[in-house]
């Protein structure tokens, strides 16, 4: 069974900028056909995808976010990460790392993050 878990602070300040890891078990994320992504949701507002890393390693952007963010991998924990940087209180939402594309069939529980000076 596969698991997915985010872990970061729940409280940064603005300008600052934003580390979070997914830890994936049950699974590795370098196997075939499998994407892994980074979505959030800001209070009272839908899903926003963020960007992913694929089996290959390939990365894939939010337009609107990737001049700020960068999505990077450890297989050798079998993590990945995001990081935003330049963050603002727009920013505050619940991160999930999520398998699948175009379908997401694993989500992890969600980490808060608040923007916040």
């Known amino acids: 069974q596969v698991q997915m878990q985010e872990s970061g602070p729940g409280l940064v300040k603005p300008s600052q900028t934003l580390s979070l890891t997914c830890t994936v078990s049950?699974?590795?994320?370098?196997?075939?056909?499998?994407?892994w992504n980074w979505i959030r949701q800001a209070p009272e507002k839908g899903l926003e995808w963020v960007g992913a890393v694929n089996y290959y390693g390939s990365l894939y952007y939010n337009s609107s976010l990737k001049s700020r963010s960068s999505i990077s991998r450890d297989t050798s924990k079998n993590q990945f990460t995001l990081q935003l940087n330049d963050v603002a209180p727009e920013d505050t939402a619940l991160y999930f790392c999520?398998?699948?594309?175009?379908?997401?069939?694993?989500w992890g529980q969600g980490i808060q993050v608040t923007v916040s000076a």
């Open positions: 999520v398998r699948g594309y175009p379908f997401y069939d694993v």
């Open positions: 049950g699974e590795l994320i370098t196997a075939s056909y499998h994407y």
